[in-house]
């Protein structure tokens, strides 16, 4: 049996002197969060879905800035919109969209991306079942 672990992850978070505010700090960087109004919070950083989503996005931005490209080829501009919808009554988090604009592919390597993203992203795939993801693939400036 191998009982080598990794630490992928190292954080530390803390509450602040304003109620519901917190910091969240890794070796190289901090973030400022709060806790929603709903729960007492400020309601003015971001708050705790919002980091979730980032982090969706963060995976996304990078899994479509670069792969598929062939050697020597610059890395693809990617933006994307993502928000969660959820319907008013009922206590789940609700669908996310990412509306994507990946620039220099056409609809079919879109997809590609997409499904790959899906196969790769370790967060996605521990939150596909309680947060579902609906990709919305653009392609400005696609060839053909």
Avoid at 105 to 131: F, G, M, P, Q
């Amino acid at each position: 049996m191998n009982d080598k672990v990794t630490v992928v992850s190292n954080l530390h978070g803390r509450t602040t002197e304003i109620q519901g505010r917190y910091t969240i700090a890794g070796p190289e960087f901090e973030i400022v969060s709060d806790g929603s109004v709903r729960s007492g919070g400020p309601g003015e950083q971001a708050g705790s879905l919002d980091l979730l989503v980032a982090s969706l996005v963060s995976c996304a931005l990078n899994a479509f800035r670069h792969d598929f490209l062939e050697g020597g080829q610059p890395a693809r501009q990617v933006e994307i919109f993502a928000r969660i919808e959820r319907k008013i009554e009922g206590d789940y988090l609700g669908t996310l969209v990412m509306e994507c604009f990946i620039d220099g592919v056409d609809h079919v390597t879109a997809d590609e991306l997409v499904a790959e993203y899906k196969k790769r992203c370790r967060i996605y795939n521990a939150l596909k079942d309680s947060l579902p993801v609906v990709f919305v693939p653009h392609t400005p400036g696609a060839s053909g």
